[in-house]
Nanobody
Framework: QVQVMESGGGLVQAGGSLRLSCTAS????????MAWFRQAPGKEREGVSC????????YYADSVKGRFTISRDNAKKTLYLQMNSLKPEDAAMYYC????????????????WGQGTQVTVSS
């Protein structure tokens, strides 16, 4: 079966950095646009960043622009999210998702989702 799995979450102090990774198997990785979403307790899941199948186009939520960088290595079938200058409001479960349609924040278009990796930011 298709498996999408995140890793790299953890506890960091405000102002610190983390790099999340997402690996995919059972699918043709470079056929998919890949995105990161996040959900904090009691909040709706929201889009964070997305990258086109080739890596040529990237998109960011206004709240993370300038602090987060999305990238992918198609040879390794791995997606990354470099998170710098972390803020307490960045604390959430972060999910990796894959879509055959062009990047957007419309969550139903993402066919495959990982189980999430927890990011906690202390002040």
């Amino acid at each position: 079966q298709v498996q999408v799995m995140e890793s790299g979450g953890g506890l960091v102090q405000a102002g610190g950095s983390l790099r999340l990774s997402c690996t995919a198997s059972g699918l043709t990785f470079d056929d998919y646009h890949m995105a990161w979403f996040r959900q904090a307790p009691g909040k709706e899941r929201e889009g964070v960043s997305c990258i086109s199948w080739s890596g040529g186009s990237t998109y960011y939520a206004d709240s993370v622009k300038g602090r987060f960088t999305i990238s992918r290595d198609n040879a390794k079938k791995t997606l990354y999210l470099q998170m710098n200058s972390l803020k307490p409001e960045d604390a959430a479960m972060y999910y990796c998702a894959a879509s055959q349609l062009v990047c957007s924040w419309y969550q139903p278009q993402y066919k495959y989702w990982g189980q999430g990796t927890q990011v906690t930011v202390s002040s």
